[in-house]
């Protein structure tokens, strides 16, 4: 499975950007997919999920009720519309996928920067 995350950039405080993800490869072997963050000088986080059983989604509290992850099965890709951006939400982005047999995201793609200027 390989990953590529787009759609980042420099966006003011109180705007919006959708992050997308699109899987290629073994893409039927996917049942998980994530976004992640990593702030400068900062661990990296989880912020998003949604499993593909029932579309269920999971959200880090910091970004829950500004955030949708949504998927579009046609095209293998993964969005996250971030919304009423903080410049907290600064960081890479990075995308991965937990595939059948595992429980842990063992695919991940290059990070996407999010910059939110004050």
């Known amino acids: 499975v390989q990953l590529q995350a787009s759609g980042g950039g420099l966006v003011q405080a109180g705007g919006s950007l959708r992050l997308a993800c699109a899987a290629s490869?073994?893409?039927?072997?996917?049942?998980?997919m994530g976004w992640f963050r990593q702030a400068p000088g900062k661990e990296r986080e989880f912020v998003a999920a949604l499993r593909w059983n029932g579309d269920s989604t999971f959200y880090t509290d910091s970004v829950k009720g500004r955030s949708t992850i949504s998927r579009d099965n046609a095209k293998n890709t993964v969005y996250l519309q971030m919304n009423s951006l903080k410049p907290e939400d600064t960081a890479v982005y990075y995308c991965?996928?937990?595939?059948?047999?595992?429980?842990?995201?063992?695919?991940w793609g290059p990070g996407t920067l999010v910059t939110v200027s004050s």
């Open positions: 490869g073994r893409t039927s072997s996917i049942h998980t």
């Open positions: 991965a996928a937990k595939v059948d047999g595992t429980t842990s995201y063992g695919y």
